[in-house]
């Protein structure tokens, strides 16, 4: 399938800024299953940018805004190419050995309730990939898809406890889950093509944990699925904050107000040809 991707994240200040550095983790990379046809990021400094690539193999624009402005504005556009391939990344190349993504984190660590949820998916050899899935389906039992509740500094522990979330809480304790058992587990940010070709209100999060002979494989708690053909992997860290895909520092700008639209879309057969 070949996906058009529309991304746009607008930043509002009551008062100027007067000086910004951003990380952008918006560039998706081409692995098995995915293909960057094209890709495009468009922001105020961008033509003087630096990039590397962070510990967890993700590309990193590094953007210095230094004009006074009360509104910025980021823009990203891009084809890519994608196979369904249930989920199973495989083995990409990644600065950080396989065991550091078995490290709890703030946001991951994992209490007595989790650590029971993960013994639901502790089996070996062929039946590992079904235990996984018997987590994913019994996070989705106790923690109800729900927006406002709550907040990109929630932890897994909070969610499981409030019994509602969104993707983000899902995917951090799955992983809180899988590290409680001695699997490696990482976060992924990304998009997803909807159904219906509805826009999305912000990038979409959901987990892989690394089984014998299959490397990575992905799981969209949220949805109850392994990725498909429908989804663009993004960005890969221990958890949301460190595969955010904007970060940054500012000098003033109080009174910030930001504002995200994501419009993913399936390219025609007649423009592919």
Same mark, same amino acid.
């Given at each position: 399938?070949?996906?058009?991707?529309? =991304?746009?994240?607008?930043?509002?200040?009551?008062?100027? %800024?007067?000086?910004?550095?951003?990380?952008?983790?918006?560039?998706? /990379?081409?692995?098995?299953?995915?293909?960057?046809?094209?890709?495009?990021?468009?922001?105020?400094?961008? #033509?003087?940018?630096?990039?590397?690539?962070?510990?967890?193999?993700?590309?990193?624009?590094?953007?210095? =805004?230094?004009?006074?402005?009360? &509104?910025?504005?980021?823009?990203? #556009?891009?084809?890519? #190419?994608?196979?369904?391939?249930?989920?199973?990344?495989?083995?990409?190349?990644?600065?950080? $050995?396989?065991?550091?993504?078995?490290?709890?984190? $703030?946001?991951?660590?994992?209490? /007595?309730?989790?650590?029971?949820?993960?013994?639901?998916?502790?089996?070996?050899?062929?039946?590992?990939?079904?235990?996984? =899935?018997?987590?994913?389906?019994?996070?989705?039992?106790?923690?109800?898809? @729900?927006?406002?509740?709550?907040?990109?500094?929630?932890?897994?522990? &909070?969610?499981?406890?409030?019994?509602?979330?969104?993707?983000?809480?899902?995917? =951090?304790?799955?992983?809180?889950?899988?590290?409680?058992?001695?699997?490696?587990?990482?976060?992924?940010?990304?998009?997803?093509?909807?159904?219906?070709?509805?826009?999305?209100?912000?990038?979409?999060?959901?987990?892989?944990?690394? %089984?014998?002979?299959?490397?990575?494989?992905?799981?969209?708690?949220?949805?109850?699925?392994?990725?498909?053909? @429908?989804?663009?992997?993004?960005?890969?860290?221990?958890?949301?904050?460190?595969?955010? /895909?904007?970060?940054?520092?500012?000098?003033?700008?109080?009174? &910030?107000?930001?504002?995200v639209e994501v419009a993913v879309s399936q &390219?025609?057969?007649?423009?592919?040809?």
């Amino acid at each position: 399938m070949r996906l058009n991707v529309r =991304h746009v994240t607008r930043y509002r200040y009551e008062h100027p %800024l007067a000086h910004m550095v951003q990380q952008l983790r918006l560039t998706p /990379p081409t692995l098995v299953g995915q293909k960057v046809v094209s890709w495009s990021i468009d922001v105020p400094g961008y #033509e003087r940018s630096a990039r590397y690539t962070d510990a967890f193999g993700n590309p990193v624009d590094i953007v210095s =805004h230094r004009e006074a402005m009360d &509104e910025l504005t980021i823009t990203v #556009e891009g084809v890519v #190419e994608t196979q369904d391939r249930a989920g199973v990344v495989g083995h990409p190349r990644s600065p950080a $050995p396989d065991n550091v993504f078995c490290r709890f984190t $703030p946001l991951t660590k994992a209490n /007595p309730a989790i650590r029971r949820l993960g013994a639901i998916a502790e089996r070996e050899g062929p039946d590992a990939v079904a235990g996984f =899935h018997d987590l994913m389906h019994a996070i989705r039992d106790k923690v109800a898809y @729900r927006t406002g509740v709550t907040e990109v500094h929630t932890s897994a522990v &909070e969610a499981l406890n409030a019994g509602e979330g969104v993707c983000q809480d899902h995917a =951090h304790i799955f992983i809180a889950a899988a590290r409680a058992i001695g699997v490696p587990a990482r976060y992924v940010s990304g998009y997803m093509l909807l159904e219906g070709g509805q826009d999305s209100e912000a990038h979409h999060a959901w987990a892989e944990v690394l %089984l014998p002979q299959l490397g990575w494989v992905g799981f969209d708690i949220s949805n109850g699925m392994c990725p498909t053909d @429908r989804y663009i992997r993004l960005t890969c860290g221990l958890d949301s904050r460190s595969a955010a /895909p904007i970060r940054g520092i500012r000098m003033g700008g109080s009174g &910030e107000n930001m504002d995200v639209e994501v419009a993913v879309s399936q &390219e025609s057969q007649q423009s592919q040809q």
